[in-house]
């Protein structure tokens, strides 16, 4: 324990020097303007600036890294919540009940709670990061394609707790969602699928355009022809923080978000986006008044910010302790170490300690920053809300063009966001909720991929999913969620055709 | 008769016989080595199977025709905006792409005056662009006016 | 036409000088703006940042725009493994200022479309070579825990369970697939193929025990091995890797086969020849600069620069040993399950 605080001190002591801060700061800034760009998100914000990187030092550099990817999730949640645009996918679920809290006049309160809930869960996870990278990373190693595809079931059956609407109509978004993801080259075989003859489409339809289409462009759609003015209600200034019962109602959904987060995000090639939305599902189905979720909970909020901001340092677990990329953001870092000359691996932790401990302490002070410079930014956010829907919805529209061509340089993207936004409209319109088409887009390669690979590793045997324990116990929970949600819907049905047919008998 | 979740059922079913025929293509595979073909013909089915689950009992729903479009002009307008950045991103560059778009939109739709249409629609492209092309790199199209 | 009214006789002259000037003016500003280069270069990495191709493209672009005292840009064209890059600049203007930075996969996609029966995104014919500039022997290596100690040990495990040793790759018809099938059939033997989404997940798989083997550039895989996780048996180079100097090289175990991951500059076709000379003039400088040897150091990536003539050279083996192995392997799903 000593050991740890002294290797925390040595820590510190690289994090607060002055021109180390000064990287932090400038991290969490850029990242925030990126994060800001609907769709853009961490990845691009890395992706871009990492030859700027390339002059300065391994600690700067990765603290500078760090810096735009916390900025970048932090600055994400401003456009979920304001816009209703996902700043990136894994802030899918906060557009939800966030835009909602706007529309109520309490989006101040949940750009707050957002910030605040992030600063819990960024620095608790950074602290468990700390104290139990190298155990937890070989546990994490232990998830092979069986386990993937246990856990990823597991989530997308956090779905059957999602409905607000018809459970039905939600799974069916769900297949909808993961046909999508079949789109582009299938890794097993080599084929390419339902492409068409683009090349562009070999990677599929790519999160970033489906989500700022599905959500941001078919608010736009719906909201702009109105005739009267859509109804946001200008928030007074006293109105910008939360209330004492807000703060109390988003202590428990910020403590399970952040446990539930950090669990999920060390698994290597988990996608964070699940961690929200099993948030999402957890708050849901926890919650006293569940029929608040939709219109403006802040459970909602608080909840899925915090899984995602934890989410973001598990990642870093394997990366730090073991040397491997838990995904391709890590993998951005691990190649930023490389052109330094420093090779991740097991050993990095004893050989690189100030890079280590330096990376650590400067994510606790880029959690400070952040929440520092978010705070009093909620106000300027606000204000942007005041300007007149007619003039805000071109510029928002031009943001959304700017963000998606900015992940990959494609026009196809862009169109894929208008045929996303015009399904998106049409869908809203006939009472779909579009939530579950993404996490099926983004879960079904996954989901497929660690089948085939699961049954390739025992050569066409199924049992392989129940043999290894780790697996089966997922499968056994995620049935028992499946049957329990069946069961609990369908005894709601039976009651509202008595209530429905006793209402009928009556003249 | 035509409920919205019988019109929305029948397109999902529409929709998954639809990928199914797609698939005849590419390789089934068996049970034990499934092909890739296996995963999109199961969620096809599956999507068939909720698509008529929502269509036959679908008489609760409220009607189709009761499913107002009153905003056709706007959506029309501006999915027609996005489709002209597809096309005209690369061509015309970022910004005289972003400006006519906004103009389009500010001018023709919403009908606000000429000039500061033309400025606001100018600050946002030229700032935009100099925000996040210059300072921050992001790579954004130049066209081939330069623009 | 233009009318020149009332003007005198000096006047007409001057005139005519002045316009004659200007047009020797303009077409001697045209000639100089044909001297390349004059625009920023284009250098497009195909791969995500972070990856080989990029890493190795941005010293090169570094080091290339001081020699030509001319920007060199690097962008990123993700998607498809690699095609959506290649076939950008394959089907781009040949003016000098789009080139491609590309690894050994060039070779494969044209051939797996072949397989597929597909619309190819490129053909290897639109591109001309410009130079090599490193080229990573694969290494072969197991997960520790595994009781090979030598390539004679596990290939006469691998004969007695046939298809039940597995190995894991970044992707069917990657490179580090084709590797394997090289030795495995090198060697007679028949191997569990795992496919994973790129090489990070499959290097993640050998280390949790997932897979048996795996074929890595050198470079991610030392620090595991050491660590202790992981065992190098044998290298596909042709000599032996400078920081492994105990591991043996294929070849000396008796089997003919080399496969490197290579990166490399290419052009399209048709770029016009004095273009071509300054590019690869100034690539042979850069490679020689100091700034880029420290460069590649920190990767731990040998240079191994050649120039085009032998680079071609060096493609077109390269290429066929590739076509060969995937029509060896043919559609991945038209097999049994060895």
Known sequence: MTETLHNLYLGFSVALSPHILLYAFVGCIVGTLVGVLPGVGPLAGISLLLPATFGLNATSAIVLLAGIYYGAMYGGSTTSILMRIPGEAASVMTCIEGYAMTRNGRGGPALAIAAVGSYVAGTASVVALMLLAPPLASFALRFGPPEYFSLLLLGLLSLAYLSGGSMLKSLAMAALGLLLGMVGIDPMSGFFRFNYGWVELGDGLGVVPVAVGLFGLSEILLTAGQQVAPEVIKPKLGELLPSREEWRSSIWPIGRGTVLGFLIGIIPGSAHIISSFVSYAMERRLAKHPDRFGHGAIEGVAGPESANNSATSGAFVPMLALGVPSGPIPAVMIAAMMVHGISPGPLLISQQPELFWGFIASMYVGNVVLLILNLPLVGLFINVLRVPYPLLYPAILMFCVLGVYAVNGSVVDIGIMTAMGALGYVLRKFDFETAPIVLGLVLAPMLEMSFRQALSMSSGSYDIFINRPIAGVMLIVAFTLLLMGILSSGMKKIDWRRRLGLAESQP | ?147 | MIRMPECGYFRRHVCFAAVAALLVGVAAGGFAQEKYPNRPITIVAPFPPGGVADLTARPVAAAMEKVLKNPVVVVNKTGAAGAVGMSFVANSKPDGYTLLMALSSISIIPEADKLFDRQPAYTMNQLMPIALISADPTIFVVNAERPWKSVKEFVEDAKKRRGEISYSSSGVYGTLHMAMEMFSHAAGISLKHVPYAGAGPALTAILGGHVDTLASGPAVVIPHIKAGKLRPLAGWGAKRVASLPDVPTFKELGYDIEFYIWAGLFAPRGTPAPVMKVIRGAVRQAVNTSEFKSAMDKLATPIAYLDAPEFQKFWDKDAKMLADAIKRVGKVEVKEVK
């Open chain 2, 1 to 147: 008769m035509f409920t919205t979740d019988r019109v929305a059922g029948g397109a999902l079913v529409l929709f998954s016989l639809l990928v199914i025929w797609e698939s005849r293509a590419l390789p089934l595979g068996t049970w034990r080595q499934p092909g890739p073909a296996y995963a999109p013909v199961l969620l096809a089915a599956l999507l068939l199977l909720f698509g008529l689950c929502l269509s036959v009992p679908g008489r609760r729903a409220p009607l189709f025709s009761s499913v107002g479009w009153r905003e056709w002009r706007h959506v029309s307008a501006i999915l027609a905006a996005c489709i002209f950045a597809v096309f005209a991103l690369e061509r015309l560059g970022y910004r005289l792409t972003v400006l006519l778009l906004l103009v389009f939109l500010l001018k023709i739709v919403e009908r606000r005056g000429l000039l500061p249409t033309l400025a606001f629609a100018a600050t946002l492209a030229y700032g935009s662009f100099f925000l996040f092309h210059t300072i921050l790199r992001v790579p954004l199209p130049q066209g081939l006016l330069g623009f």
